[in-house]
């Protein structure tokens, strides 16, 4: 069940979807509404093509993978009393948006990106079976080259306009280049804009959003000296003067930390360093060893997530 939209959540599914066409043993089909609409930056268009991406649903698939309650809702409405069918549930954040509609009551087989969110939610006891936790990692190799000289700043700012072009028009007063990122870019241009910058500010998506911190992973690999804003959740990767300057999401606060960092080589190189060794701890290679382990022992972990639900229901 693929959704057209493009957040990192988006970028994160395409990206162990791709890993998982690479297994041989595994027949991978993507539906999408034919009246979807794919941007120009959507992570679905690698994927869009003849023999992968479908209009019409499958009509008796071996296992369905979901992601947010969007799916789970389109799932209910497509096969209705067969929903009984193996599942496999990517969780990318804790919020009603990945639980909901009735997601919880069903058996699935729970796999959560990054094991913060697999603590927050075994934590609200959302679900009964097992959760499994894929590493968090980024794919460095597709990252663009970074700049022999970098300088000024970079804003994204997709998620909180306003106050990304407040910061912005605070930094341009102090003399510094600055480019902002208002709307969604494509992936290729805020990754080219970051391998160019010097100092990044990424500001997060609303609460209601999942953050998987895949834009503080690229400027770590970058070499981009981090601002971020305070933000308590499966993507708090910083560590405020260690691999990052973590300030309150307030513009005035924000500004001061790029122009220290600006201004100051010797912190921007010492945070650049801290990111490289947080970076390891990310990589992907990791995270495919271990996707591909789950989707290989699939028909065990379903058949343990079946009984957690049955063992609960006579209890």
């Known amino acids: 069940m693929a959704d057209p939209r493009s957040g990192g959540a988006a970028h994160k599914l395409t990206e162990l979807i791709g890993h998982a066409q690479g297994l041989t ?16 930056h959507s992570p679905w268009l690698r994927l869009s093509k003849p023999g992968t991406l479908f209009p019409a649903p499958h009509p008796a698939p071996a296992c369905l993978l979901l992601s947010d309650a969007a799916d789970w809702h389109a799932a209910q409405r497509i096969y209705g009393p067969r929903l009984d069918l193996p599942k496999l549930h990517l969780l990318h954040g804790t919020s009603l948006r990945d639980w909901g509609h009735g997601a919880a ?3 699935a087989v729970r796999v959560t990106c990054g094991a913060a969110v697999a603590q927050e939610l075994s934590q609200q006891q959302r679900f009964r079976e097992p959760l499994h936790s894929l590493p968090m990692g980024i794919e460095t190799s597709t990252l663009p080259t970074r700049a022999a000289v970098k300088q000024g700043c970079l804003i994204l700012a997709r998620s909180q306009p306003e106050l990304g072009l407040a910061i912005h028009q605070a930094i341009a007063a102090r003399g510094f280049p600055v480019a902002t990122e208002l709307s969604p870019w ?18 997060p998506p609303g609460l209601e959003s999942p953050g998987l911190g895949l834009r503080r992973l690229a400027a770590m690999a970058l070499d981009t000296a981090l601002v971020v804003a305070e933000r ?84």
């Not at 993507?30 to 941007?39: F, G, I, R």
């Not at 241009?189 to 010097?198: D, G, I, S």
């Not at 513009?251 to 220290?260: D, V």
Request: hydrophobic share 45%; with cysteine; charged share 25%.
């Open 25 to 40: 043993q595994l027949k991978l089909r993507l539906w999408m509404p034919s009246n979807a609409v794919l941007p120009s």
């Open 105 to 107: 009551l069903t058996p």
């Open 186 to 203: 494509p992936v290729q241009r805020w990754q080219q804009a970051m391998a160019e910058a010097a100092v990044v500010i990424v500001l």
């Open 232 to 315: 308590a959740g499966p993507d708090a990767y910083c560590r405020d003067g260690q691999n990052a300057l973590v300030r309150l999401l307030d513009a005035a606060e924000l500004t001061a930390a790029a122009i220290e960092l600006l201004a100051d080589v010797r912190l921007r190189e010492r945070l650049v360093e801290a990111g490289r060794a947080t970076l390891q701890r990310h990589r992907m290679a990791l995270e495919r060893q271990r996707f591909r382990e789950i989707l290989e022992s699939l028909s065990d972990h379903w058949q343990a997530a079946c009984r957690s639900h049955q063992l609960e229901s006579k209890g």
